[in-house]
C-alpha cells in the first residue's frame, strides 16, 4: 500500500530503519524549509548515510522529495550534477578538498534550486582543513546546504557544530 507524507511518499526515508525522530526532524526541514547545515551524528550502522542521501534527494528534487523522479534516483546514486560527496581520501579530509568546496559553492546550482554538500566521516577534517570549512559554513551562499555525518561528533570543531542543525 502506497501513502503520502506531505509531498513525499514514505519511501523516502524507508532505508532509514529505528530512527524515527531522527527522520521526522529531517521530514520537518523539508516541510518547513531546510537550514543550511545539517548534522547527522550518531554510531556506525545506524542509517546516517542512508538518512543523508534520502535528505540530499529531498533537496534536489523538484517535487521536495517525491522518492522516485530522475533527480530522486541520481541523489541517491551519488551522481546528480548538483551533489558533492566528500569522504576522507586516507586518514583525513584535507583543506586542499575544503577550498575547492569553498570555491564550488559560489556557483549556481547546474539543475536544482539548492547545490548540496554531503560529508561523510566530517570528524576527519584536520585542524587546517576545519578552520577552512567554518568559514564557509559560517557564510554560505543561500543556495548551499551542508550535511555533514560523523559517528564522532566530539571530534568536530564546537564551532562547526553549534552552526549546524543536530540530527
Not at 2 to 15: C, E, P, T, V
Not at 46 to 60: C, D, I, Q, R, W
Not at 85 to 99: C, M, Q
Request: one cysteine or more; proline letters at 5%; hydrophobic letters at 45%.
Amino acid at each position: 500500500m502506497w501513502m503520502r507524507m506531505g509531498r513525499r511518499g514514505m519511501g523516502l526515508f524507508d532505508g532509514v530503519v529505528g530512527q524515527p525522530l531522527a527522520t521526522a526532524i529531517l521530514t520537518n526541514a523539508l516541510d518547513k524549509g531546510a537550514a543550511h547545515a545539517y548534522l547527522l551524528a550518531g554510531p556506525r550502522g545506524v542509517g546516517k548515510t542512508e538518512a543523508a542521501l534520502a535528505f540530499a534527494a529531498a533537496l534536489l528534487c523538484p517535487e521536495h522529495g517525491c522518492d522516485c523522479c530522475e533527480a530522486c534516483r541520481r541523489a541517491r546514486a551519488g551522481v546528480h550534477l548538483d551533489l558533492d560527496i566528500l569522504a576522507p581520501e586516507g586518514s583525513f579530509i584535507r583543506v586542499d578538498e575544503i577550498r575547492e568546496i569553498r570555491k564550488d559553492a559560489a556557483h549556481r546550482p547546474f539543475e536544482a534550486a539548492v547545490r548540496v554538500y554531503l560529508i561523510l566521516e566530517a570528524d576527519t577534517m584536520n585542524d587546517v582543513a576545519a578552520n577552512a570549512f567554518l568559514r564557509t559554513l559560517e557564510e554560505p551562499p543561500s543556495h548551499v546546504r551542508f550535511i555533514l555525518v560523523t559517528s564522532n561528533p566530539e571530534r568536530l570543531l564546537p564551532t562547526i557544530v553549534s552552526r549546524c542543525q543536530r540530527v
